[in-house]
């Protein structure tokens, strides 16, 4: 079945930097896009960043643009954020999904909490 496990979140203080995994089996890895969410205490699931199957072309939200790193290794089904120069904005329980079969995000993991200290 499918499964993304992410990893790597916890709590640190303002302008550190925090690297999060995502494990993914069950699917066609290599051939799909994959996107980290972040969903901020009282606010909707946001998409944070994304990179492409083949051309490996990312996206940005605009308030990580030039922080944050997304990138991915397709020989062993993981996907990475690399967050640098954390602020407390970056605050939030941190998804990884996938688009598996459709152009919608359909699957998604537990999440892994962030928590940036100022």
């Known amino acids: 079945q499918v499964q993304l496990v992410e990893s790597g979140g916890g709590l640190v203080q303002a302008g550190d930097s925090l690297r999060l995994s995502c494990a993914a089996s069950?699917?066609?890895?290599?051939?799909?896009?994959m996107g980290w969410f972040r969903q901020a205490p009282g606010e909707e699931r946001k998409l944070v960043a994304s990179?492409?199957?083949?051309?490996?072309?990312?996206y940005y939200a605009d308030s990580v643009k030039g922080r944050f790193i997304i990138s991915r290794d397709n020989a062993k089904n993981t996907v990475y954020l690399q967050m640098n120069s954390m602020n407390p904005d970056d605050t939030g329980v941190y998804y990884c999904?996938?688009?598996?079969?459709?152009?919608?995000?359909?699957?998604w993991g537990q999440g892994t909490q962030v928590t940036v200290s100022s």
């Open positions: 999904a996938a688009k598996t079969r459709s152009d919608r995000y359909d699957r």
């Open positions: 069950g699917f066609a890895f290599m051939r799909t896009t």
């Open positions: 990179i492409s199957s083949i051309a490996f072309s990312t």
